[in-house]
């Protein structure tokens, strides 16, 4: 396995080098993403746990969103996938992310709706969910 991903980093490296010294630089977002509040929620991946990707997609986040009104810029939902390192296994089945304005806007929006979207969850999975909140900086 170590011999593995020593060759995979090789061949990287040889990519990296085949193609001159071509300077790699982050994307810029959009110039509206920066200062963005980033509501990502997170489901982990454990033994057992179940996710329904096409009811988190066409009915749970939508409803959500449909919750925050023009204070929502757009949201994401992201499907995990294994990494392709060998031992390493599949960390989060999904994330779901709410780009807002304004993040008072966004808690005073969710607070009333928290019981509708507590009681959507066993619709799509039996995990629970970790909230990780971020402002966009580039």
């Known amino acids: 396995m170590k011999l593995k991903y020593a060759l995979s980093l090789l061949l990287l490296t040889a990519c990296f080098t085949a ?26 991946y454990a033994e057992g746990k179940t996710f329904n990707m096409e009811y988190y997609e066409a ?17 994401t939902i992201d499907k995990g996938i294994p ?7 599949l ?20 607070a009333p709706n928290l019981p509708a979207i507590r009681e959507d969850f066993p619709k799509y999975t039996n995990v629970l969910p970790t909230v990780v909140v971020t402002e966009v900086i580039r």
Do not use: C, R, W
């Open 19 to 44: 193609f001159g010294q071509a300077k790699l630089s982050p994307a810029a977002p959009a110039a509206s993403d920066k200062g963005l509040i980033k509501i990502s929620i997170l489901y982990p």
């Open 59 to 75: 009915k749970h986040m939508p409803m959500v969103a449909g919750y925050l009104g023009s204070n929502l810029v757009k949201y």
């Open 83 to 89: 990494s392709g390192n060998p031992g390493q296994p």
């Open 91 to 110: 960390l989060y089945m999904a994330v779901g992310t709410f780009y807002v304005k304004n993040l008072s806007e966004y808690n005073a929006a969710i």
